[in-house]
């Protein structure tokens, strides 16, 4: 049972990447799967997440209007756009029982994907 993610990168501010989230082991039925990043120095952040129960979605303030989550049976996905140096870190996908807003515990964990954003 494991998750892999793929499509971080170096892009320069104002650009754009998609990650992907793949599921190994076990599909989405009844997850939760969220995307967080932690940057250098800094705690790691809920980005955002997606139900598969309903499809119900989540978005941290900094991101919202920017970043589009969205899935497709075993693979979960997230559209970047406009990004900002701010948003240089480490990304990870990770799995929880229940829905997004439930506050589900994130059980299985991806390895992570280094996003940079460059001024």
């Known amino acids: 049972v494991q998750l892999v993610e793929s499509g971080g990168g170096l892009v320069q501010a104002g650009g754009s990447l998609r990650l992907s989230c793949a599921a190994s082991?076990?599909?989405?039925?009844?997850?939760?799967i969220g995307w967080f990043r932690q940057a250098p120095g800094k705690e790691r952040e809920g980005v955002s997440c997606i139900s598969s129960s309903d499809g119900s979605t989540y978005y941290t303030d900094s991101v919202k209007g920017r970043f589009t989550i969205s899935s497709d049976n075993a693979m979960v996905f997230l559209q970047m756009n406009s990004l900002k140096p701010e948003d240089t870190a480490v990304y990870s996908c990770?799995?929880?029982?229940?829905?997004?807003?439930?506050?589900?515990?994130?059980?299985?964990w991806g390895q992570g994907t280094q996003v940079t954003v460059s001024s």
């Open positions: 990770a799995a929880g029982m229940g829905r997004c807003h439930d506050r589900p515990l994130f059980g299985v």
């Open positions: 082991g076990f599909t989405f039925d009844d997850y939760a």
